[in-house]
């Protein structure tokens, strides 16, 4: 960033831009399409050369995929029969309303989001829409044209072939075959043309629709044709369908998808509602009260509804709910005392004390000196965290209080979680791993993600601290992480380091795994905040100096800020690797996704060999996910660009 | 005329008060390059002192040393009593008794104007949330721009956001204020407005020290005038003295290239 010129939006109010847009060319908006194709793809003889060239090359290439999807010989069947595998893996049927309970879940508070975080904005135009349609009816024209005439099949079932080979329809015949596909052009064409004649809205201003209406209403489309289509593996005899009673996708699953949609809306319309019933303050606590929800909501999903813990009550009694209590309690005390009015110097050093004594507890673990529950070690350490913070809440009672509320809720929370996932679950799967497919590529990324960012903001921090023992500590592990490939990294972890670790403590293939890709993506993350921290100018660390706020203060309420919306293009960059990356977890032995398409479906008897409509299908998978992050990472930006500078 | 000449000058009525900024022998290197040598002077209570100086003189290592931007290396800086040594808490003290304002703004540009002050009363004084809001209206109610409270810094021009700035220091309520080159970074227009603010900052009784090239507010509002020239104090003395019978020769040459 250069002297003070934002990398965001233009700056609100430059008269000069404004300026600008007032005195375009009124040709430059109004040409008409000709000149814009002759102005464009054929400006002179080698841009004409490169457009054609360019323009044949992508012909070929749709040719050829066109050719690959619909050719008789794919066998989308093993797909579509194979739906549930390639998202959950060996799931159980009986319990499987709580991968929907998840799904719920994840949907309602997405939408509920939104209908609270909405910034309303200009909306999709209709106009936009309209040229969508129009754009999607000529890629289904042009895409029945170039795919070639199909295959005859015989009265036996098998394709018709003659010496040269199989025996194609005519070019007539196969287009007056595809019937189907001119008449949905034909319709996408006219709705295209409906769309287009609405007419502009009184004040003047181009006709539009709210982006995410648009978007909830057009996913009604799809949840509405599974009650009258059974999309999926299914038979068509005496003019009825017949698909095998509860296995159909489009069968299995239009009662839930109709819920989620249900639940979509609702949670959008009470999102609304609220956002409007109450003021600026009150919203943007509840607006607190979804992130941190959305912070908590993948270990309950995990461990609590996909898992089923069978808790031990007798246990919990005695050892769980005292422990908890205790440290409640206690801490909360230790806290209040160390927060009151001219602590100073005996605070810090109490607190720096308490850091020493959680410490100490680890050291004695590794070295096995005296056993101790490792919840109790984790809670010395989260106590001893707090209590270095608690200079900062000291004075008035109302914020001494506010700290130690906070420290209920960690302490709450943690102690609720470790106990649950140190109990066995009823929910019985064949593998290790609890869910496999799809579900553990999201499951094991976003739990990367979220212990790998507050670490990666930790090391980009140290890396940049003006202590050199941080400095060395950070950058010696940045660059050793970076210098050694993720697989290297995947199979120590999961192969060599249960070895190493004290002989009491276990940990699963999946842990393992999450740990290896968290310390990874880490050292990028890192790098990519550093570059943030970087862009900060000196003048904002003065101003932060010279209005008296300490150094916590000013990273995190300063320096934290900007840095890290300065860098979210390459940091979404890396949510998206990370992402993708998952798919080496089919490498190490667990049941993912890319495992299903590639060795799983094609073992399959009555699928077997049949990988690539699997592998096409997964990419597919991944891409709209990958999409859809980096389309919302581009609005993320263009949000938080309007208060800079 | 040596330094202590130059003080005599000064109203006795001023010599009275008490010293809020005391400077003894401060010399500040950066590498081989003295940019501050042997400055000595004391600012007293209430009042009002402009530094002017060709670019380059050391005036903005000066101010910028008084809290701690910059730490000097020899000599003493002692601010309402308080020293300024390598003891944080000393730093402390002094950050939360002196206001500053820059020639950049250097306003938060992620937080609100109304943010961008009550972020450190808040914090650092410890206030309750709706009581430092409402001190932040009246400030910006006092530099004229109370409409502006929930905009950021970048939808505001210049010369708001330098008074955003000055809101911003006073929401501390410090006892001095440090001006560095306000104005500087101005468009023509809008240095009054600043300027304006300033004034009507001086009649209210605050000490301040302001570095500027604004030799009008200088002649109008100061008490006295120091300048500097290559990391030296070259004359102290009322605007009368300064602007009218100049005893140094580089002072001399130097109005003759400003006025």
């Known amino acids: 960033m250069d002297d003070g010129d934002g990398v965001g939006a233009p700056v609100i109010g430059d008269k000069p831009a404004i300026e600008r847009v007032a005195t375009r060319p009124a040709e430059e908006t109004h040409r008409s399409s000709a000149e814009w194709i002759r102005k464009n793809l054929f400006p002179n003889p080698f841009n004409s050369f490169l457009t054609v060239a360019f323009g044949i090359f992508v012909l070929v290439s749709a040719r050829g995929l066109l050719n690959f999807v619909f050719s008789e010989e794919r066998g989308w069947d093993a797909v579509r029969t194979n739906l549930r595998l390639i998202f959950t893996h060996a799931y159980p049927e009986e319990q499987y309303v709580r991968v929907w309970v998840c799904v719920g879940v994840v949907v309602a508070l997405a939408c509920l989001s939104l209908g609270l975080f909405a910034s309303g904005g200009e909306g999709l135009r209709l106009r936009k829409i309209s040229n969508a349609l129009n754009a999607t009816a000529a890629a289904i024209a042009l895409g029945v044209v170039l795919r070639e005439p199909s295959v005859l099949i ?109 639940l979509a809306v609702a949670s959008l319309i009470v999102g609304r509602w609220v956002s409007a019933q109450v003021d600026e303050r009150a919203l943007s606590r509840l607006r607190a009260v979804v992130a941190f929800t959305w912070l908590v909501v993948p270990f309950v999903l995990y461990w609590v509804v996909l898992r089923d813990p069978d808790l031990d009550w007798d246990r919990i009694f005695t050892v769980d709910a005292p422990l908890a209590l205790a440290f409640g309690i206690g801490g909360g005390a230790v806290l209040w005392w160390l927060t009151a009015d001219g602590r100073g110097e005996l605070g810090r050093i109490g607190a720096i004390a308490l850091l020493g004594f959680a410490a100490f507890h680890w050291v004695a673990a590794f070295m096995g000196w005296y056993p101790m529950l490792q919840k109790v070690r984790i809670s010395f350490l989260l106590l001893a965290v707090m209590a270095l913070l608690a200079h900062n809440f000291s004075g008035e009672a109302a914020k001494r209080r506010r700290l130690v509320l906070a420290w209920l809720v960690i302490t709450t929370v943690f102690h609720y979680f470790a106990t649950v996932m140190n109990t066995p679950s009823t929910v019985e799967t064949p593998t290790e791993a609890l869910i496999g497919g799809f579900a553990v590529t999201l499951v094991v990324a976003v739990f990367t993600l979220m212990l790998s960012f507050p670490l990666g903001v930790v090391l980009a921090l140290a890396r940049t601290s003006r202590l050199p023992i941080f ?101 979404v960059g890396q949510v998206i690797a990370t992402f993708k990356e998952t798919s080496l977890l089919a490498i190490i032995g667990v049941f993912d996704i890319l495992r299903m398409a590639n060795s799983v479906i094609p073992a399959q008897t009555q699928f077997l060999g049949i990988k690539r409509e699997g592998l096409l299908f997964v990419s597919l998978v991944y891409w709209v996910f990958s999409y859809m992050l980096s389309k919302q990472s581009q609005r993320l930006e263009r949000r938080l660009g309007v208060g800079e500078r | 005329m040596s330094i202590s000449d130059a003080t005599v000058a000064v109203s006795e009525e001023l010599a009275a008060r008490d010293d809020m900024i005391v400077c003894r022998g401060v010399d500040k290197w950066f590498g081989d390059f003295q940019a501050l040598s042997g400055i000595t002077a004391t600012i007293k209570e209430q009042e009002i002192v402009v530094v002017l100086g060709p670019s380059g003189s050391g005036k903005s290592t000066w101010i910028r040393c008084i809290n701690r931007l910059e730490a000097h290396q020899s000599g003493q800086i002692i601010v309402d009593g308080i020293e300024l040594t390598n003891d944080l808490r000393n730093i402390e003290k002094i950050r939360s008794e002196v206001g500053m304002v820059f020639q950049q703004f250097n306003l938060f540009p992620h937080l609100t104007v109304i943010d961008n002050i009550t972020l450190a009363p808040i ?137």
């Open chain 1, 154 to 262: 015989g009265a036996d079932g098998e394709t018709v072939r003659d010496a040269d080979g199989v025996v194609r329809q005519s070019f007539a015949e196969a287009m007056a075959d595809r019937w189907a596909w001119w008449l949905a052009a034909a319709v996408l064409a006219v709705v295209a043309l409906a769309v287009r004649r609405v007419p502009k809205r009184s004040d003047g201003s181009p006709a539009a629709v709210p982006t995410l209406d648009f978007a909830i209403g057009a996913m009604a489309l799809p949840v509405l044709s599974t009650w009258v289509y059974p999309w999926g593996h299914y038979a068509f005899a005496d003019g009825e369908f017949i698909a095998e009673p509860g296995r159909t996708v489009a069968m299995s699953t239009k009662v839930p998808w109709t819920v989620m949609w249900a």
């Open chain 1, 471 to 571: 400095r060395v500590m950070s950058t010696a592990y940045i660059e050793v992480v970076r210098g050694v490939p993720l697989i290297t990294i995947l199979i120590f972890f999961v192969v060599i380091l249960p070895l190493f670790l004290p002989a009491n403590m276990e940990i699963s293939l999946f842990a393992s795994a999450t740990l290896g890709y968290t310390l990874f993506s880490a050292a990028y993350l890192a790098e990519n905040v550093r570059g943030g921290l970087q862009s900060i100018r000196r003048g904002q660390y003065e101003a932060s100096d010279a209005v008296g706020l300490s150094t916590v203060q000013r990273t995190v309420f300063i320096v934290l800020p900007q840095s890290l919306r300065a860098s979210i293009p390459p940091l």
């Open chain 2, 123 to 259: 914090w650092v004084r410890r206030k309750s949330r709706p009581e430092a809001e409402e001190q932040a209206l009246s400030l910006l109610e006092r530099v004229g721009i109370p409409e502006q409270a929930q905009k950021f810094p970048g939808q505001l021009s210049g010369g708001q956001q330098q008074r955003v700035a000055i809101a911003r220091a006073l929401a501390m309520e410090p006892r001095v204020m440090l001006f560095d080159e306000p104005t500087s970074a101005l468009d023509p227009e809008m240095i009054k407005e600043v300027l304006d603010v300033m004034e009507e900052l001086a009649r209210t009784g605050m000490t301040m020290m302001v570095v500027t090239h604004e030799m009008g507010f200088a002649r109008e509002v100061a008490d006295r005038i120091i300048f500097m020239e290559d990391g030296e104090i070259v004359e102290v003395g009322t605007p009368h003295h300064f602007f009218t019978e100049p005893a140094e020769e580089r002072t001399k040459l130097f109005l003759s290239q400003v006025l």
